[in-house]
């Protein structure tokens, strides 16, 4: 869950849960025991989600079923609308010339 939760923080967050400047140290337990931040634009029942499995005693850490049920009522407001479809290639992703697709 722990693994997760890291995971899922990184992906909304852009950054790991217990690092709020490039200069802290990851792996000082200070940092890791301290509560987690919301992320700006994140449901804030999600972030609270995250930092109980990001508990630092495994105990009180949800189980996989709970986090689960836990996911799955947490109101997203809704399916979101699509984006734009682009109509071009940026030209640093086209093939070189003499490249096979």
Known sequence: MYALATVLY?????RLPWVRHAREDAADPLLRAAP???VP???SDLTDLIGAALSPDPRR???ADVFRE??????????LAPGPRPDAVA????LGAGCAP
């Open 61 to 63: 850490r949800p189980t």
């Open 10 to 14: 990184a992906a909304l967050g852009g």
């Open 36 to 38: 987690v931040p919301h």
């Open 70 to 79: 836990h996911l799955t009522r947490i109101p997203l407001g809704g399916p």
């Open 91 to 94: 030209a640093g992703l086209l």
């Open 41 to 43: 634009g994140v449901v």
